[in-house]
């Protein structure tokens, strides 16, 4: 099933809590007048504050998490652009006997390049392509059959080991991270809950346009909020994502 993007989700929830307050609004009209006094004013006031509050504190700590992650995400993409650079060098170091070693990792660099930031968007993003992956493989067989003569290739080839194992240990972990992020379960309760407290405002708003107004942006906001945790859960994509530059850099680099 092909999720919406982000920022249709985020018109979907401002869609609906603007629905909850328009729903107050026409039924705030056709109560009773003592349906709509100052003690149930009050009572809704003080039952909706609870709701409020509980809202704004998960709203921020989902936004919280949520920036975190994109955070982490982030540093991985540095991580790897890093480690390609670094085995580059020491595969340089170690001589022409390991230009096999090289051309491979400067496949690998480009064509992970183009599977996390493709240039058109219409492909999509690949975390895991198996070709791609294939080709890391074939360069850490190849750095294994190097034969080195002496301590200096030997450390240089021990380097290149290590330096290989990493990048596969970022790989794996965008991969396990890529299914992750807050269930959307979760964030359809937020959403109830804020056109839930959104209704109550339109209950005993004032019949104007200002107020209509107000409800509309203020519903935009805390939408707002919903689809940046959404944009931050999909760091490869979208409004927000992260800068393609370290591994533009690092592919770059190799082909020198």
């Not at 609004?25 to 609870?50: F, N, Q, Y």
């Not at 994109?70 to 170091?93: K, M, V, Y």
């Not at 409004?239 to 020198?256: E, F, K």
Request: glycine share 8%; hydrophobic share 50%.
């Amino acid at each position: 099933m092909i999720m919406p993007s982000p920022p249709v989700l985020g018109l979907f929830v401002f869609a609906v809590i603007i629905l909850g307050a328009v729903a107050g609004w026409t039924i705030g009209k056709r109560l009773p007048t003592h349906h709509l006094t100052d003690e149930t004013r009050s009572l809704v006031s003080v039952s909706m504050a609870v709701v409020g509050t509980l809202s704004a504190l998960v709203l921020g700590l989902l936004i919280s998490n949520a920036n975190t992650a994109f955070g982490e995400r982030n540093r991985e993409i540095t991580t790897l652009s890093a480690n390609i650079l670094r085995l580059d060098r020491a595969l340089r170091s170690y001589g022409s006997e390991a230009d096999e070693a090289r051309a491979l990792l400067q496949q690998y660099a480009e064509h992970k390049t183009a599977d996390l930031f493709p240039e058109h968007p219409s492909d999509g993003v690949q975390v895991d392509d198996p070709s791609t992956y294939q080709l890391l493989v074939r360069q850490e067989d190849s750095v294994l059959s190097l034969q080195p003569s002496d301590a200096r290739q030997k450390w240089w080839a021990e380097q290149a080991l290590t330096l290989a194992a990493n990048i596969g240990n970022t790989r794996w972990l965008l991969v396990q991270q890529s299914g992750q992020g807050t269930p959307k379960a979760f964030l359809a309760l937020v959403t109830f809950w804020l056109t839930l407290l959104f209704a109550s405002f339109g209950l005993f708003a004032p019949r104007n346009a200002t107020s209509l107004v107000a409800l509309a942006l203020c519903a935009l906001a805390v939408s707002g909020g919903v689809e940046m945790i959404l944009e931050f859960e999909n760091p490869f994509g979208g409004v927000v994502h992260i800068s393609p530059w370290a591994m533009h850099y690092a592919a770059g680099a190799l082909s020198q």
